[in-house]
Nanobody, 124 residues
């Protein structure tokens, strides 16, 4: 099974940008959909974005549409989340995850493999 590692988090101000990275330290991305989730204080882990193997199909939470772009480079087993125009409500720990399916599902229970998370803090 895959082991995932996130990086790129930090403390920024509202309106700033960050690019998160996810790599497979072991295993490969392979065929399944990959996704990003986040968890803020007092909240459950919530869906952010997902991308299928080809990159043709993407899914975004309504709260990040038009601001975030998910991408992946399969040969490098690398996934990115470009986050622009960050808002305080984007604050949280961001997790990279691999789905058990090839559809761009939003359900966290469809993602059995997770990284340890990278923290994003957006101040107002």
């Amino acid at each position: 099974q895959v082991k995932l590692v996130e990086s790129g988090g930090g403390l920024v101000q509202a309106g700033d940008s960050l690019r998160l990275s996810c790599t497979a330290s072991e295993g490969t991305f392979g065929d399944p959909t990959m996704g990003w989730f986040r968890q803020g204080g007092g909240k459950r882990r919530e869906f952010v974005a997902a991308i299928d193997r080809s990159g043709e199909f993407k899914n975004y939470a309504n709260s990040v549409k038009g601001r975030f772009i998910i991408s992946r480079i399969n040969g490098a087993n690398t996934m990115y989340l470009q986050m622009d125009n960050l808002k305080p409500e984007d604050t949280g720990v961001y997790y990279c995850a691999q789905s058990q399916f090839r559809s761009v599902t939003k359900d966290r229970t469809d993602y059995p493999y997770w990284g340890q998370g990278t923290t994003v803090t957006v101040s107002s």
